[in-house]
């Protein structure tokens, strides 16, 4: 028996979360007694999936062509069946992406699987197929009990730890047994370019209307970069339009768990916690001794941010 | 055109949830119930192509009685039809089976979920319909035009945005970008007190779930640091949690 793991590419590479998500399948597969077999869909290479071999990532199968050099939730969640009827797995795993939450639950529908997605957890063996994911927008937590012969997980960046493991690495072409649905096609898309993007950073410096307008983001970017981290806002500021929406954190914006959570001038809100209460660290800078932001943090500094901004700044330049 | 918007209700943004002692489910007393936001902006979006080239809408919820509520607030905002499948939501897989039951029988051409419930957190049963009814999905839409028989569609992937073309039928799962949620005015809130829902039974025999709760532990405290001093924050972040 396997265990199947979908090995996402983001125009040919690899992410952090890809080994993350490797030394969890490698758990899952050996807890469970099987074999871990991967599979790659449309444009990675050779060479790219042969140094995750040292991650983990065995054998390999690959589903190549031109209707799979872009995604669609269709034809990709078609690709996984046919791994899945390849290999004979009754679990499957991928990363919790937009890509990877879209495909998991088609391939759901027609393999009748069990679904659990953002898991944080490995399995419990002991009591069925049980794991733990995030639901309430992070007030709380569920343990479900994957209980149908398939068994589709989606796992949730930062939160299981890369192991270095070498594997015997081998790749196997297949070709998927489902015609190509050209009802659908990728006709263009736009990337923001040489910014962290928020869902990955491992730091994010975020700000709130605290701040008084966009020309004071000067301060927060320096920070950021200065620390190589994402930065992100609250709604408001998004809503007015001193941020971009990609940065808007919260129950109605992108959940983040990075390992460090610092925010700027933001009251915190229980729709804004939200989104940032698994972060593994959260500093919280704000003026007013009573904002409801300090009760949900680890450090907190009472102050103006126009004068602890610029300390942070020297505190960590002077690192360097 | 015939558009269908699944409508999931949710606990208000504001609440604190508490869950049962035994884990068992969440203490719903007192608690205020919306429409799921995403659903909003879904809907949102059926009532802009409703205005633009003329639709029948209908939405659908499968709950029980007490969320006939929130359907009630979609009428108000311009849905023609009503249906809720009377079951006690238990999963994701669940709700998406039923809601496929009647899309099936119905046939529509255009069917919009949020792209996640704010309570439970799936955000599954829109390409799960994709998946049952064998048809295209678009997750994370936030920009949707129509051409006759085609849409284009734009959703969010990983740092940016992709343009998908697709023919109807299609799957659609709202992000906020796609609609202003819209607000009720007096006709329509007439109208939908006395609009029929209709109710549909549950021809899944859905059994319910097996869930175990648990709320997030709390931080230990706050350690605070004098803002005049604000610099040590960097100096303990860095060498003693080493988190740069
Ligand atoms: C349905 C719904 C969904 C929502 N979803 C989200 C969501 O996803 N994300 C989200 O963020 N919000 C969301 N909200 C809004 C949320 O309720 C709050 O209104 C919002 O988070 C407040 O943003 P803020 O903290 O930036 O602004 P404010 O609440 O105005 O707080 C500003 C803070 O800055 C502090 N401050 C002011 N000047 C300074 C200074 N010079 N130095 C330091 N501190 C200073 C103040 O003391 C105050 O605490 C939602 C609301 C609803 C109803
Ligand atoms: N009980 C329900 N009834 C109708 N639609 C639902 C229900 N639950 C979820 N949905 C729809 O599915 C979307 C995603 O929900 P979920 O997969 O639970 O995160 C929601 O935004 C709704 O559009």
């Known amino acids: 028996m396997s265990v199947l793991v979908y090995i996402e590419n983001w125009n040919g590479q690899f992410k952090k979360q890809t080994k993350e998500l490797l030394a969890y399948a490698t758990d899952v597969a050996a807890a469970l007694g099987h074999e871990l077999v991967g599979l790659s869909i449309g444009s990675a290479s050779d060479e790219a999936l042969r140094e995750l071999s040292a991650f983990g990532l065995g054998k390999t199968l690959v589903v190549r062509g031109q209707a799979f050099d872009k995604f669609t939730s269709i034809n990709y969640a078609n690709a996984l069946e046919t791994a899945v009827d390849h290999t004979g797995a009754k679990t499957v795993i991928m990363g919790n992406t937009y890509n990877g939450k879209s495909m998991a639950p088609r391939l759901t529908a027609t393999l009748d699987a069990s679904l659990a997605t953002s898991v944080i957890s490995l399995p419990d063996l002991s009591q069925g197929f049980v794991v733990k994911r995030s639901v309430f927008s992070s007030k709380g937590y569920a343990y479900v009990d994957l209980r149908n012969g398939y068994k589709v997980l989606t796992l949730t960046v930062n939160s299981y730890s890369i192991k270095e493991n070498p594997a015997g690495f081998s790749l196997e072409d297949i070709t998927p047994l489902v015609a190509v649905n050209d009802k659908v096609s990728v006709v263009g898309s736009e990337l923001q370019s040489g910014k962290v993007p928020l869902t990955e950073a491992e730091l994010v410096v975020s700000g709130g209307r605290g701040l008084k307008g966009p020309e004071n983001w000067g301060m927060i970017e320096e920070l950021a970069d200065l620390l190589g981290a994402g930065t992100a806002c609250s709604k408001p500021v998004s809503d007015v339009g001193w941020r971009p929406h990609s940065e808007h954190v919260g129950q109605t914006g992108i959940t983040i768990g990075p390992n460090l959570y610092l925010a700027i001038g933001i009251s915190g809100a229980i729709q804004h916690l939200a989104g940032v209460s698994s972060s593994k660290v959260i500093c919280v800078v704000n003026k007013d001794p009573e904002a409801p932001f300090f009760a949900a943090a680890d450090y907190g500094i009472v102050g103006d941010a126009f004068e602890v901004v610029p300390k942070l700044i020297e505190a960590v330049k002077s690192l360097h | ?244």
């Open chain 2, 1 to 244: 055109m015939k558009v269908l918007v699944c409508i999931s209700q949710t606990p208000d943004t504001t609440t604190k949830i508490v869950f049962k002692a035994d884990g068992s489910g969440v203490d719903y007393t007192n608690v205020k119930f919306i429409v799921n936001p995403y659903d909003e902006h879904a809907l949102a979006k059926a009532m802009e192509l409703k205005e633009q080239q003329g639709a029948e809408i209908t939405v659908i919820n499968v709950g029980k009685a007490d969320a006939e509520q929130s359907l009630r607030k979609c009428f108000a905002v311009g849905a023609d039809l009503g249906i809720r499948v009377d079951a006690e939501p238990v999963s994701g897989t669940q709700v998406a089976k039923l809601i496929a039951d009647v899309a099936k029988e119905r046939s529509y051409d255009l069917i919009f979920t949020g792209r996640e419930s704010i309570d439970y957190n799936g955000g599954m049963v829109g390409e799960l319909l994709g998946g049952l009814l064998g048809i295209p999905s678009v997750g994370y839409c936030g920009k949707l035009e129509l051409n006759g028989n085609a849409a284009t569609c734009t959703r969010f992937i990983d740092g940016g945005e992709e343009t998908v073309k697709v023919e109807l039928p299609l799957v659609v799962s709202a992000v906020k970008e796609l609609g202003e949620p819209r607000i009720p005015n007096m006709r329509g809130i007439m109208q939908a007190r006395t609009k029929p829902i209709e109710v549909i039974a549950d021809s899944e025999n859905s059994l319910p779930a097996e869930v175990r709760y648990e709320s997030p532990k709390g931080k230990a405290g706050c350690v605070y640091i004098d803002a005049a001093e604000a610099g040590k924050l960097i100096d303990i972040l860095h060498n003693e949690r080493k988190l740069f």
